[in-house]
């Protein structure tokens, strides 16, 4: 298939994912216009026969982390460390179990960049966790470690937890 | 529980090859706490797929699609739209164009006398009169059959700007809202040129459908828009 139909064939996939990342509808369109951008620019660079999914994927979610962290050098908002992951993570727990039944988007912006991104890849685009870890360039063990724990802060707020 | 909870999610997220799932399927079966965890990674799995899976199911914005469509020089849609757009523009438009603007010229030139339908504002092509009268106020869902300019359809172009396509005896075409004023972006000679008068309409129809990000104004949103003074 041709890049340009496979990459459109993409898009409602891509957009849901962004969608996970950015949450709001618009940022996240912004952010899939960027990683079409980027895509278009350095096509050179996908190798022909290697699954354009996941360089899409990959292309998108590095766009969005360094918006993030852009975004942070401004001061918009606190910078994507691990210390500040566990924090991040850890405060959660202090919220009241189900406090956010039903509320998605409110307990996805309870995780930090790096459990949401895993959370979408796994649990949402339903990615096997080698294919995810490929995606963002991690070890198996470090997908398996974020799901857990973004899972489990969504289970508390959504109210799923035993 | 002899199962920890990563076994579990890796059950639920079918990591697990065959052998694996099955003793753990055995153990659901003798112990209802791993059975409440299964149920519970599941309920949570299906809970993000109900609120993201729509997303997919929406219509990619035009302006990505777009994107990836002007990037690809010999792709057979784009050079479709570009015969169709063409075509649209062909001998007859230019035609009416240039009678448009000879008597665009003329009205301007007397600028005392507003009641023709089109002139010349700083080089560009808007409606003036009657017909600037029309598309600033008439609604489509309720004209009179004998208007003089008959509306179309209203709706916005890719760049947020309201537009309507209208029809009337001198001049056809669709005018975009723009600092104030209508721009025309398309005209064909009016009902007064009836041998033309099929071919006309549905061209503008294309031009519409081509121009259009989304779907045509219902008649609430072009109600709210001309209330709105039709500014973006």
């Known amino acids: 298939m041709r890049f340009e139909d496979e990459l459109v064939g993409l898009l409602p996939r891509l957009r849901r994912f962004a969608r996970g990342l950015a949450r709001d509808a618009s940022d996240a369109d912004d952010l899939c216009q960027a990683a079409i951008e980027r895509a278009l620019k350095s096509r050179d660079q996908w190798s022909h026969g290697t699954r354009l999914d996941s360089w899409m994927y990959r292309i998108t979610r590095n766009l969005w982390i360094d918006e993030r962290r852009a975004a942070a050098r401004r001061g918009v908002q606190k910078p994507i460390d691990e210390a500040v992951l566990q924090v991040a993570g850890d405060g959660a727990a202090h919220v009241e179990a189900g406090a956010l039944r039903g509320d998605v988007d409110g307990a996805m912006a309870h995780l930090p960049d790096e459990q949401r991104e895993v959370v979408m890849l796994v649990l949402v685009e339903g990615y ?17 470690s974020r799901l857990a724990r973004g899972r489990e802060t969504l289970m508390h707020l959504l109210g799923e937890a035993a | ?29 003798a112990d209802p706490e791993i059975a409440d965890a299964i149920a519970r990674h599941r309920a949570l799995t299906a809970t993000l797929a109900a609120h993201y899976g ?10 990505l699609l777009d994107l990836v469509a002007g990037a690809d020089r010999v792709d057979t849609s784009l050079a479709a739209r570009r015969e169709a757009k063409r075509a649209r523009f062909g001998a007859m438009q230019w035609g009416a164009i240039a009678a448009s603007l000879a008597l665009g010229l003329t009205i301007g030139l007397r600028p005392w006398l507003p009641t023709e339908p ?10 003036a009169g009657p017909l600037s009268e029309a598309l600033d106020t008439q609604l489509a869902s309720n004209q009179p059959a004998d ?3 008959r509306i179309g359809l209203s709706f916005r172009d890719r760049t947020g700007r309201y537009c309507r396509s209208f029809e009337s005896a001198a001049v056809d075409g669709i005018g975009c809202r723009a600092d104030g ?11 007064a040129a009836t041998d033309y ?15 259009m990000a989304g779907d045509a104004l219902d008649a609430g949103a072009e109600r709210a828009a001309r209330d709105g003074g039709w500014r973006r």
Not at chain 2, 54 to 63: C, S
Not at chain 2, 119 to 125: F, H, R, S, T, Y
Not at chain 2, 197 to 211: H, V
């Open chain 1, 128 to 144: 096997a966790y080698r294919e995810a870890a490929e995606i963002l360039e991690v070890p198996i063990g470090t997908v398996t």
């Open chain 2, 1 to 29: 529980m002899t199962i920890d909870r990563a076994t579990i999610a890796a059950y639920v997220d079918g990591e697990l090859d065959d052998i694996a799932a099955r003793r753990i399927e055995r153990a659901a079966e």
């Open chain 2, 54 to 63: 729509p997303v997919a199911e929406e219509a990619v914005p035009n302006r």
């Open chain 2, 118 to 127: 089109v002139a010349v504002q700083g080089g560009a092509l808007v409606a």
């Open chain 2, 147 to 149: 208007a003089p300019v």
């Open chain 2, 181 to 191: 004023r209508w721009r025309l972006e398309r005209t064909t000679p009016g009902a």
């Open chain 2, 197 to 211: 008068r099929q071919a006309a309409s549905g061209s503008l129809a294309a031009a519409a459908a081509d121009m």
